[in-house]
């Protein structure tokens, strides 16, 4: 098996960015790049924030990424969001941003509203709409919930990260969110091979099969082993002995509550819960709009960009 190459952080952060531009560029994006400091319920950390477009009289677009994942795999998606200004962070513990780790208690919810909360003052936006993918999808819910009118509309992208009940953990999932052995695997280098099959199985057979720019930089990102400590504690305060923790998934009560129109693009493969099992949860939603998408898993805009894309679009537009 075939090992990523390890290089020095200083070294692979600018490959990283490099491979990212190259991504961006790919599907004629651009974008500029700024790190911010923000007070959470973690504490202070720094984040990494990527503005593409300018300002319009459009409320610009927050985008989330999953858990140990990255702002560039919606890539192919933004180019559906022309004319919108979209933010994409790399959350805290993730990507380029500084570290964040997690007690195994912290409260997920509070801390997903509190990071998006303190972007959005500290970037001086008083309204967004919110596209979440996975955990992204979750910390959507949480903030919608939380922040009231300055959440404007929700895409949710996949299986909502753990905020629906019957989600269920990958075996991958369960060991990084153990104690000792979390932050250990995380920190050892992931053969090609390895790399190629957890994609295969998290995103959906062939996802990434053309989308050859967006393969390079995740794989370069995820070779990012500073990270360790923190995706591990994300890990473990999301998953206790192979389930969800009890009070990360939202009740029905809860997802009625939700003001913003919703719209959820879901793949008929996804492999952490099928849009048939989450039909109480969606429902509950009151403004919910969901997309099935034939054959695809749980990033859907790989499989299916165009239909994905000009979906989020036309319910962005609204």
């Not at 692979?12 to 974008?31: K, M, T």
């Not at 369960?174 to 920190?187: D, I, N, T």
């Amino acid at each position: 098996m075939t090992q990523r190459l390890q290089l020095l952080p200083p070294e692979l952060d600018l490959q990283i960015v490099s491979a990212e531009d190259a991504a961006y560029e790919f599907y004629g994006l651009g974008r500029t790049g700024k790190q911010i400091t923000i007070r959470t319920s973690a504490g202070e950390v720094d984040v990494r924030v990527s503005v593409f477009g300018d300002a319009t009289n459009y409320n610009p677009v927050l985008l989330l990424h999953g858990i140990g994942s990255a702002q560039v795999l919606a890539a192919p998606l933004m180019t559906f969001l022309g004319g919108r200004q979209v933010v994409a962070l790399d959350w805290p513990g993730h990507g380029l941003s500084g570290p964040c780790v997690l007690a195994p208690t912290h409260d997920m919810r509070s801390h997903a509203s509190s990071v998006v909360e303190a972007v959005l003052d500290a970037l001086d936006l008083p309204v967004v709409d919110l596209v979440g993918h996975s955990m992204g999808a979750q910390f959507s819910l949480y903030a919608g919930l939380d922040l009231g009118a300055r959440i404007r509309r929700l895409v949710l992208l996949g299986a909502p990260g753990a905020a629906f009940q019957g989600i269920r953990p990958l075996t991958a999932m369960k060991l990084l969110a153990m104690p000792r052995l979390g932050p250990f695997l995380l920190s050892r280098p992931v053969s090609d091979r390895a790399f190629d099959r957890f994609n295969e199985l998290a995103l959906g057979p062939g996802a990434l099969d053309r989308h050859g720019p967006v393969r390079t930089a995740l794989q370069l990102l995820g070779s990012r082993t500073t990270n360790s400590r923190s995706l591990a504690s994300f890990f473990c305060a999301m998953v206790k002995a192979g389930q969800v923790r009890e009070g990360v998934a939202l009740t029905e009560r809860d997802l009625g509550r939700i003001a913003q129109p919703t719209f959820l693009a879901w793949g008929d493969e996804d492999v952490f819960l099928h849009p048939l099992e989450a039909a109480r949860s969606i429902v509950a939603v009151r403004d919910s709009h969901l997309l099935r998408v034939r054959a695809a898993g749980h990033a859907p805009w790989l499989q299916a960009q165009d239909l994905v894309g000009r979906s989020v679009a036309e319910h962005l537009n609204s």
